[in-house]
């Protein structure tokens, strides 16, 4: 064909040709395109809410995570007025203790101190009356006979040893 021909057909072609590619791209359009832009925003859509999603769970556990720190530092400085607490009553109780103690042990020696001069007094009682015994007794011996100088040096010598023997 030749150039003429062709372009006498030309303009019916041209026209027929725009109609059908006009026609094939409002059905592109419609049965395509639609589709798979709502697939494509749908997944958009899916994509946007997992991050929303991702997003919202970390400033939740941001704030579980800033939750727990302030518990956990309230529970130290809690920790340590206890420990506190009970190291002043521990401080306080063993003060007592040895307060007590003392007191106790002041009350002991002058108990003791008590019974010692209670017993010396007792032994010095008892030795004043055994000394007074064996005096009456010499006296009496003195009496019932008379003392030669011999004799009174065995009776003092006797009255001597008794009294040693007594303490």
């Known amino acids: 064909m030749d150039f003429m021909q062709l372009v006498s057909l030309a303009p019916w072609t041209l026209i027929t040709q725009w109609c059908n590619l006009l026609i094939l791209m409002l059905l592109v359009k419609k049965f395509l395109f639609k589709p798979v832009l709502a ?35 309230a529970a130290k400085e809690e920790a340590g007025e206890i420990v506190k607490a009970a190291s002043a009553q521990a401080q306080h109780r063993s003060t007592e203790l040895v307060s007590e103690a003392q007191a106790k ?6 108990r003791a101190e008590a019974e010692i001069a209670q017993e010396k007094k007792k032994a010095i009682n008892e030795i004043k009356d055994e000394i007074s015994g064996m005096a009456v007794d ?27 023997e007594a303490s």
């Open 39 to 73: 697939i494509l925003q749908k997944r958009q859509d899916e994509v946007d809410k997992i991050y929303a999603d991702a997003n919202k769970a970390k400033e939740d556990a941001n704030t579980l995570r800033a939750d727990y720190e302030n518990r956990l530092a």
């Open 105 to 110: 042990v002041a009350a002991m020696m002058t």
């Open 138 to 164: 010499i006296a009496s011996k003195v009496v019932e006979r008379e003392i030669s100088a011999k004799d009174h040096e065995k009776l003092i010598e006797d009255f001597i040893k008794n009294v040693g």
